[in-house]
């Protein structure tokens, strides 16, 4: 019931923004209700997460088509993935009041904001195939009007245009594989799915249909073309929760699908569903690494998070496709922990990103510099959501990619060659990942926050309203306080996974609360809480060393220049700097990288210049290709507006005598 | 038992020395280096040999032994260097793949020959199976090194070191008869006396080892 | 109790022991370059010197530059307390396992690269951009070798990984011989030496760590230089520890067991360190650009280590 209010005050919220016109105010308090509104949601998602596992009470609603009542149901999945997206549109929507006053056209943000909200809310708890595409559409469309926010700039026209295409295609797919889980009943509500059985080509189909069409949402390789061009686009309230929240209701999609409402997925998927991953992750970091624009930064890296979450969702379904209940429910639990991580901390660094933009007015990595004195405490929570994605204990992100890799040396225990060979190479791609995205946040705290400014304005920013600076500083300590107590988080992920998995996931098995022993106690062990406090001993210890047996006396000085006085920031590494030496190790082959320097000849006072270029092999391969066959096809059918009427009749009568022909063949069979 | 497992897993473990010298074939850059490497590899494989003479009591694979010490460890690689200086040949590796690639690739080939191996010996004891696979790898790996090098002298390199797989295969397996070792063996030296003959035709006649610019002057290219 | 007892002892033994080991490697370096080189003890009287000498800070630092070398020598002190080093019953060994242990390493390496371009100079920029190059590999790298060590074992944890070796679980395998090349090639290039990086160097563009410290000195640069020291030596308890674990006390060794394998650890450490001094001696240092191939074989040597498993049937 609280549910159901939170969600019509979205609604009513949606129609506030419109009437808030230009007075400022009225849009604080429309982002202010919506920070509650989401709150409430937190609330009724963490309190159904406590219950027991089983089916969430039924609503039936008598709305949509005729003949079909909207069906919603809040279970323990859709519970914990209530809890993901309204934690982090909770601190967006908090962050909003703050930050409205700074975007160019509230106006076309404000009423947008509440329906997004809505949509993705309402896919959560839609129990039937109809519900779950309206509201699919919805939380496409409101999203695709804020990537339109900024409509001036014509890459962000074209951004949301090739965000739209991938989204109709990305429902089409899904619209189909509904309809092959409805099964010849038509039964389009989830219980129904449930029960129908599925021949052998239909359940490969819905496999393959649930990867495109939610796939393409979360930003699996090769469909992730739209998403670094349409995330950073939105404001980056709206960037926070693209990025941090609504891939995750497409996971949300691909779990429904796969563990639920399709009975049971042949193992082989699973290595596929790794190998996808595994290269989604190396593509997507490798990528991040060599942007130089903060949000396209942030939003490569989305695809690189993702493509780790697929691993661990791959790996249950290997397991479970082999009778493994046990371990995959271990990788599903991984799996989903690290969906609530990096929902929290890839909304607070783009919240960040939104700071730094708003403090600067620059994007650009090379622009930035030593923002870290100018705004301290954006500073420090950027640096623990930096650590944290960088997979540091004892952080969040770490304790997620330590269950993935328990979960992976797992996997050569199954009989089949394609895990034994297959997981050995997946478990390198998926470290490579990790240490390349330890070397991209470096890369970009370093840049942006620390060393000198490198623009007049970067050395101008200025401090942010409490407004903006709260909810960053919230999901910094719910980055630490997952990370420090992992046991508390696993033991609510077990009641999720019971219902998908049949098997109560005990992590803490065998050696009592502050361990988590997946498997059992010799199998490998950690302990984020012992950790945090033995460190934070250690590191009291090494305080207490140095300045007992040592002096306290620091001297501020110029920094060593090897001999060259002239002191300007230029001299700096930037962030194109910083990436070479992974760019040539990595990217020289892989996209084609190559450096043009021009060198102005000696006397010569015009500036030297260093050019890169990249190909991205699946833009150009893929999806060039793709536009170059439509074209084609397109030319070849144009043709057909030019003929004579004869022709024009006599293509009816071949269409209507084939028509006829497939009848007459059918009703032979 | 115990003892024999013990001999049978030091064999594997110098049959892997065989095959990890066959990786440092691919990943070297200088031609001394490779050809340094190859003696190292032959060393290796004659203690190998030498190992399973010990084990298996058949002191005729202790001839192997020293034949692979004498020929491959010493006098090719000697020949081969004398030839470098002799002919003047550049004196680093030019690769047709870089060097990460065929690292990768040499991955994917032991991967294979690993399955290969598996079901077709799937009666065997694991001990034949794993040299099995080891000596295929390096037999793959010498494939790999000639497909990707672009030097001659290196492609005689790889070859010497698929035929180094072959002897670790033949010394691995019981009751290989001596006399076909020391066929290989005279095989290989007489290949090694005719490659040498052909490095000076081809360099009085084109100027250059490298097997690219060679290409050029093939009757369908002109 | 022991075990607790155990553990405080190691956590102050690494710390003591780690000078005198550098020391050791610096020694046995000299003498083969033919000089006569400084005590072993030399370390200790640099680092006490430095603690008394004031740290310089640049204007342009910010908190992170001086928070770093608390935090950089924390972590590695935090993860040389869990590799067992003379006995494998202390408290802290469920704590973290192998991938903990890197991850742990990789924390001290992301602030130390962070105080490097805290300065805002060229170099630490350059040290932290090819530190972070090294690390996308070498990371990687010793992640495959725990998973190889993992499935040989059927555990992560170092502490159980020994007691399964010392209790005869395996023979000589030829993975076990693959992780170890691999994971030697990972020491040398986390503790930047030579061929990776030299730590004796003062040029500054052959540097890596050395450029990212620069700016240090004083008791910030004892704790950056204290830090590489229980570096050095963690990765002699790991690798020693793991590959020859003979001597190493089990839960339940009484006082004699405890001593043997402190003298075992002892042994170990300085046959680990001078083979180091001469490995070094004997090799020149590469090109940078010539990382990727070395340290990408080591990661293709892990993978193999686990691909061969699957021949000698022991998964």
């Given at each position: 019931?609280?549910?159901?209010?939170?969600?019509?005050?979205?609604?009513?919220?949606?129609?506030?923004?419109?009437?808030?016109?230009?007075?400022?105010?009225?849009?604080?308090?429309?982002?202010?209700?919506?920070?509650?509104?989401?709150?409430?949601?937190?609330?009724?998602?963490?309190?159904?997460?406590?219950?027991?596992?089983?089916?969430?009470?039924?609503?039936?609603?008598?709305?949509?088509?005729?003949?079909?009542?909207?069906?919603?149901?809040?279970?323990?999945?859709?519970?914990?993935?209530?809890?993901?997206?309204?934690?982090?549109?909770?601190?967006?929507?908090?962050?909003?009041?703050?930050?409205?006053?700074?975007?160019?056209?509230?106006?076309?943000?404000?009423?947008?904001?509440?329906?997004?909200?809505?949509?993705?809310?309402?896919?959560?708890?839609?129990?039937?195939?109809?519900?779950?595409?309206?509201?699919?559409?919805?939380?496409?469309?409101?999203?695709?009007?804020?990537?339109?926010?900024?409509?001036?700039?014509?890459?962000?026209?074209?951004?949301?245009?090739?965000?739209?295409?991938?989204?109709?295609?990305?429902?089409?797919?899904?619209?189909?594989?509904?309809?092959?889980?409805?099964?010849?009943?038509?039964?389009?509500?989830?219980?129904?799915?449930?029960?129908?059985?599925?021949?052998?080509?239909?359940?490969?189909?819905?496999?393959?249909?649930?990867?495109?069409?939610?796939?393409?949402?979360?930003?699996?390789?090769?469909?992730?073309?739209?998403?670094?061009?349409?995330?950073?686009?939105?404001?980056?309230?709206?960037?926070?929760?693209?990025?941090?929240?609504?891939?995750?209701?497409?996971?949300?999609?691909?779990?429904?699908?796969?563990?639920?409402?399709?009975?049971?997925?042949?193992?082989?998927?699973?290595?596929?569903?790794?190998?996808?991953?595994?290269?989604?992750?190396?593509?997507?970091?490798?990528?991040?690494?060599?942007?130089?624009?903060?949000?396209?930064?942030?939003?490569?890296?989305?695809?690189?998070?993702?493509?780790?979450?697929?691993?661990?969702?791959?790996?249950?379904?290997?397991?479970?496709?082999?009778?493994?209940?046990?371990?995959?429910?271990?990788?599903?639990?991984?799996?989903?922990?690290?969906?609530?991580?990096?929902?929290?901390?890839?909304?607070?660094?783009?919240?960040?990103?939104?700071?730094?933009?708003?403090?600067?007015?620059?994007?650009?990595?090379?622009?930035?510099?030593?923002?870290?004195?100018?705004?301290?405490?954006?500073?420090?929570?950027?640096?623990?959501?930096?650590?944290?994605?960088?997979?540091l204990p004892p952080l969040n992100g770490f304790v997620s990619e330590w269950l993935i890799f328990q979960s992976l040396f797992k996997g050569p225990s199954l009989p089949h060659w394609a895990m034994k060979f297959g997981v050995p190479v997946v478990g390198a791609m998926l470290a490579l990942a990790a240490a390349l995205a330890a070397a991209c946040f470096v890369r970009a705290f370093g840049i942006a926050f620390l060393g000198r400014p490198r623009s007049r304005e970067a050395a101008e920013a200025h401090q942010l309203p409490y407004s903006m600076r709260l909810?960053?500083?919230?999901?910094?300590?719910?980055?630490?306080?997952?990370?420090?107590?992992?046991?508390?988080?696993?033991?609510?992920?077990?009641?999720?996974?019971?219902?998908?998995?049949?098997?109560?996931?005990?992590?803490?098995?065998?050696?009592?609360?502050?361990?988590?022993?997946?498997?059992?106690?010799?199998?490998?062990?950690?302990?984020?809480?012992?950790?945090?406090?033995?460190?934070?001993?250690?590191?009291?210890?090494?305080?207490?060393?140095?300045?007992?047996?040592?002096?306290?006396?620091?001297?501020?000085?110029?920094?060593?220049?090897?001999?060259?006085?002239?002191?300007?920031?230029?001299?700096?590494?930037?962030?194109?700097?910083?990436?070479?030496?992974?760019?040539?190790?990595?990217?020289?082959?892989?996209?084609?990288?190559?450096?043009?320097?021009?060198?102005?000849?000696?006397?010569?006072?015009?500036?030297?210049?260093?050019?890169?270029?990249?190909?991205?092999?699946?833009?150009?391969?893929?999806?060039?290709?793709?536009?170059?066959?439509?074209?084609?096809?397109?030319?070849?059918?144009?043709?057909?507006?030019?003929?004579?009427?004869?022709?024009?009749?006599?293509m009816m009568f071949a269409t209507l005598v084939f028509m006829l022909l497939v009848v007459a063949v059918r009703q032979q069979k | 038992m115990a003892i024999s497992q013990i001999s049978y897993e030091l064999a594997h473990l110098i049959g892997a020395t065989v095959l990890m010298a066959g990786f440092q074939l691919l990943y070297q850059r200088r031609l001394f280096a490779v050809l340094n490497t190859f003696a190292f590899q032959a060393v290796a494989l004659a203690a190998a040999a030498a190992w399973q003479a010990h084990i298996q009591d058949a002191p005729h694979l202790y001839v192997t032994a020293v034949i692979a010490l004498v020929f491959k460890a010493m006098i090719v690689p000697f020949a081969l260097h004398w030839l470098v200086e002799k002919l003047g040949i550049q004196r680093s590796v030019e690769t047709a793949m870089s060097i990460g690639w065929t690292m990768m690739a040499g991955v994917g080939l032991v991967a294979l020959s690993i399955l290969l191996v598996l079901p077709v010996t799937a009666n065997a004891a694991a001990l034949t199976r794993e040299s099995l696979a080891l000596a295929m790898s390096v037999v793959l790996l010498g494939l790999l090194m000639m497909i990707t090098r672009r030097n001659a002298v290196s492609q005689v390199v790889g070859f010497m070191a698929l035929e180094n797989g072959l002897i670790l295969a033949a010394v691995s397996a019981k009751g290989m008869p001596l006399v076909v070792e020391i066929s290989i063996a005279f095989s290989v030296l007489v290949a090694m006396t005719l490659f040498g003959i052909f490095f000076f035709r081809i360099r009085e006649r084109f100027d250059t080892l490298d097997l690219h610019d060679l290409e050029t002057w093939r009757g369908d290219r002109q | 109790m022991n075990s607790l007892l155990s553990q405080i002892a190691q956590i102050f033994l690494v710390v003591a022991l780690a000078p005198l080991i550098t020391g050791w490697v610096r020694l046995v370096k000299s003498r083969l370059n033919g000089r006569i080189g400084a005590s072993p003890l030399q370390p200790y009287r640099d680092i006490y010197r430095l603690l008394q000498k004031e740290a310089v800070v640049a204007h342009s630092a910010s908190w992170v530059f001086r928070a770093a070398p608390y935090v950089t020598f924390a972590a590695v002190w935090l993860a040389a307390a869990i590799i067992p080093t003379f006995t494998t019953d202390i408290v802290l060994a469920p704590a973290a396992d192998l991938i903990a242990l890197v991850a742990l390493l990789a924390v001290a390496r992301f602030w130390t690269a962070l105080a490097g371009m805290d300065v805002g100079t060229s170099f630490g920029g350059l040290g932290a951009s090819r530190e972070m190059m090294i690390a996308s590999l070498a990371e990687p790298a010793m992640l495959m070798v725990s998973f190889s060590l993992s499935l040989i074992s059927g555990t992560t944890s170092p502490a159980h990984i020994i007691g399964f070796i010392l209790g005869g679980g395996i023979g000589i395998e030829v993975s076990m011989g693959l992780a170890l090349a691999a994971l030697v090639m990972v020491a040398i290039a986390e503790n930047g030496r030579i061929p990776i990086d030299n730590p004796a160097t003062h040029l500054e563009l052959t540097m890596v760590h050395e450029a990212m410290v620069l700016e240090y000195s004083g008791r910030h640069l004892a704790l950056m230089e204290g830090a590489g020291m229980v570096r050095l030596t963690l990765f002699m308890a790991l690798i020693g520890g793991i590959f020859a674990p003979w001597g190493i006390a089990t839960p339940g060794a009484g006082t004699a067991g405890l001593a043997l394998g402190l003298g075992g650890f002892l042994a170990k450490c300085f046959v680990l360190a001078t083979a180091l001094a001469v490995f070094e001696t004997m090799i020149a240092k590469m090109r940078v650009f010539r990382y990727a191939d070395f340290l990408g074989g080591a990661l293709l040597l892990g993978l193999l280590a686990t691909i061969f498993l699957y021949v000698s049937e022991a998964v």
């Open positions: 019931m609280l549910i159901a209010s939170a969600l019509s005050a979205l609604l009513a919220l949606a129609l506030l923004g419109v009437l808030a016109g230009g007075e400022m105010w009225r849009h604080r308090v429309v982002y202010f209700c919506c920070g509650l509104a989401s709150l409430v949601l937190l609330a009724g998602g963490l309190k159904h997460l406590g219950t027991t596992p089983g089916t969430g009470p039924e609503v039936v609603l008598p709305i949509g088509l005729p003949w079909m009542q909207a069906h919603f149901r809040l279970d323990n999945l859709s519970a914990l993935f209530m809890v993901v997206v309204n934690l982090s549109t909770a601190a967006a929507s908090f962050y909003g009041i703050g930050y409205c006053s700074h975007l160019p056209e509230p106006r076309r943000v404000t009423p947008f904001f509440p329906l997004f909200l809505f949509g993705m809310n309402a896919v959560l708890i839609a129990d039937d195939a109809f519900m779950f595409l309206v509201s699919w559409e919805f939380m496409s469309l409101a999203s695709w009007l804020l990537v339109l926010a900024d409509h001036k700039k014509p890459e962000n026209r074209s951004a949301a245009m090739i965000y739209l295409m991938m989204a109709t295609f990305g429902t089409f797919c899904l619209l189909t594989c509904f309809g092959l889980l409805a099964g010849a009943e038509g039964g389009y509500s989830f219980p129904a799915m449930r029960k129908a059985t599925l021949d052998s080509t239909a359940g490969f189909l819905v496999v393959a249909l649930a990867l495109l069409g939610a796939g393409s949402k979360a930003g699996l390789v090769p469909l992730h073309a739209w998403l670094p061009l349409a995330h950073p686009a939105a404001p980056s309230h709206v960037s926070a929760l693209m990025s941090g929240v609504m891939t995750k209701v497409a996971l949300y999609g691909l779990i429904r699908i796969l563990f639920d409402l399709h009975g049971q997925v042949p193992w082989g998927w699973g290595p596929a569903i790794m190998v996808i991953g595994g290269v989604t992750a190396v593509l997507g970091v490798l990528y991040a690494v060599l942007q130089d624009d903060l949000k396209t930064l942030l939003a490569y890296s989305t695809v690189e998070n993702i493509g780790v979450v697929m691993i661990g969702l791959g790996l249950a379904i290997a397991f479970k496709g082999s009778g493994e209940n046990m371990l995959a429910a271990l990788a599903l639990v991984a799996g989903l922990y690290h969906i609530v991580n990096h929902s929290i901390f890839k909304t607070l660094l783009f919240l960040s990103a939104g700071a730094v933009i708003t403090a600067t007015g620059h994007r650009d990595l090379g622009r930035l510099g030593g923002l870290l004195k100018r705004m301290p405490w954006t500073g420090a929570a950027t640096l623990v959501g930096a650590a944290a994605i960088a997979a909810p960053m500083a919230a999901l910094a300590a719910l980055c630490i306080v997952l990370g420090a107590m992992p046991v508390t988080v696993t033991d609510a992920l077990s009641g999720v996974v019971f219902p998908l998995t049949g098997v109560h996931f005990a992590v803490s098995s065998d050696l009592g609360w502050p361990w988590l022993s997946p498997v059992s106690s010799t199998r490998g062990s950690y302990s984020g809480t012992v950790l945090v406090m033995v460190g934070l001993g250690l590191f009291a210890v090494t305080i207490l060393l140095v300045h007992g047996f040592g002096t306290t006396r620091v001297r501020r000085a110029d920094a060593w220049d090897c001999g060259h006085p002239e002191d300007i920031p230029e001299s700096q590494y930037t962030g194109q700097s910083f990436a070479q030496p992974l760019r040539r190790v990595f990217c020289s082959s892989l996209f084609g990288a190559r450096e043009t320097v021009r060198m102005p000849e000696p006397g010569d006072m015009a500036p030297a210049s260093l050019k890169v270029r990249l190909i991205d092999p699946i833009w150009v391969y893929l999806y060039l290709g793709i536009g170059r066959v439509v074209d084609f096809i397109a030319d070849r059918v144009n043709r057909m507006q030019f003929l004579t009427v004869r022709r024009y009749l006599l | - | -």
